[in-house]
């Protein structure tokens, strides 16, 4: 069996990691195409050092543009790769530009095609990536769900037949990273000594927003503990677009981190403060509170116990020293993205359920 997995972004690289390790532990062929939609090295080839990952066997280096633009400029190489490795399944991780194209040039060309990350709905139809995830559901020959309320979700959209519930590919590498950077003794460069919490910043919602991200910077400087800013490109972009300087008060800038050095930062703090999902769930994976700028989640599970707290308005910054100081949850933790062992699992779907 052939599987041809496409990504582009960092999350994609984590989730790719066990992924290729439990395809080669179960023989199948596996070609990697990177479509370059992250193209920095800090935040792409560190990653693929970092967790292992074989190399890609295509670069498309389509770099970055308006969301129809970069869509529209994987499609065409997408499709023609696709047509000449005509592998058993397309594998499609999460929810990027990347994600779409790649569902979009294997369904034109009735190449099967499978979504890693299946069912994961925000509601919330100004985000992209809800349109990317939807769409790249409903146009999937089958649906790799990491919880049981993405099961649902699938189902009340009538995909129950093309669904299995497989876990969470996340848990698999974060809890290995985890387990080695505490044999280690790893610490995050750069992370100030005492009690600290550690900040990204990317989406659209916040960074384009001009008084809405200088509004969140403020609060963040004014935090009583340093907070490690590990900045996106993105954001050191549109902050000098917007004239907000990111280096005041209790901000401490840094680049973006290789995975086990951010495992590392997140496991040396005492919290998150993020819009990244990816981010929010493995703080909770890893059992610090996360505070999340945005106004819902993926995630609900991290939720409960007020593990995970969404602060949705810039008023609500107003408070965020309360929150994002709350200490650990209200209540021991679920694991409802299972015990590590979810690329195993895909792995034998794919097989089982090859066409």
């Known amino acids: 069996m052939k599987v041809l997995s496409v990504v582009g972004a960092r999350p994609q690289f984590v989730k790719l990691a066990p992924v290729a390790e439990a395809l080669g532990d ?18 792409s080839d560190v990653f693929f050092a970092d967790l292992r990952i074989p190399a890609p066997d295509v670069h498309l280096a389509v770099g970055s543009g308006s969301h129809g633009a970069q ?38 060309i009735h190449v099967p095609l499978a979504h890693l990350e299946a069912g994961l709905r925000s509601f919330n139809r100004r985000m992209p990536e809800e349109h990317n ?26 995909l129950a037949a093309r669904t299995e519930l497989v876990g969470d590919v996340m848990t698999d590498v974060c809890f290995r990273v985890r387990d080695a950077v505490l044999a280690a003794g790893t610490r995050a460069p750069g992370a100030p000594d005492g009690d600290h919490v550690v900040a990204t910043l990317h989406r659209a919602e916040n960074t384009d927003d001009s008084a ?18 590990l900045a996106h490109p993105r954001l050191r972009a549109k902050a000098a677009e917007h004239g907000i300087a990111l280096d005041r008060g209790s901000i401490v800038v840094a680049d973006p981190l290789p995975y086990h050095e951010m495992v590392a930062a997140v496991l040396g703090a005492s919290g998150v403060v993020t819009d990244s999902g990816g981010l929010q769930k493995e703080a909770y994976l890893l059992g610090r509170p996360c505070t999340t700028l945005r106004t819902e989640t ?54 089982e359920r090859r066409p």
């Open 26 to 43: 179960a023989g199948v062929e596996h070609v990697i195409v990177h479509t370059g939609q992250h193209y920095d090295p800090e935040l």
């Open 133 to 158: 995830r939807v769409l790249t559901d409903h146009a999937a020959d089958l649906l790799l769900a990491p919880t049981q309320v993405a099961v649902d979700h699938l189902a009340a959209e009538g």
């Open 71 to 108: 869509t529209g400029a994987m499609l065409g190489p997408l499709e023609s790769v696709m047509a000449e490795q005509r592998p058993d399944w397309v594998l499609v991780y999460g929810d990027t530009n990347s994600t779409l194209a790649a569902a979009l040039a294997a369904v034109k």
């Open 212 to 229: 809405r991200l200088a509004a969140i910077v403020e609060a963040l400087a004014a935090l009583p503990v340093p907070v490690l800013l």
């Open 298 to 351: 993926e995630w609900v599970e991290t939720l409960e116990g007020e593990w995970n707290m969404l602060v949705p308005t810039i008023a609500e910054l107003a408070r965020l020293d309360e929150i994002v100081l709350r200490g650990a949850g209200a209540s021991p933790q679920a694991t409802p993205y299972g015990a590590g062992d979810a690329a195993r699992r895909v792995a034998a779907v794919l097989q």
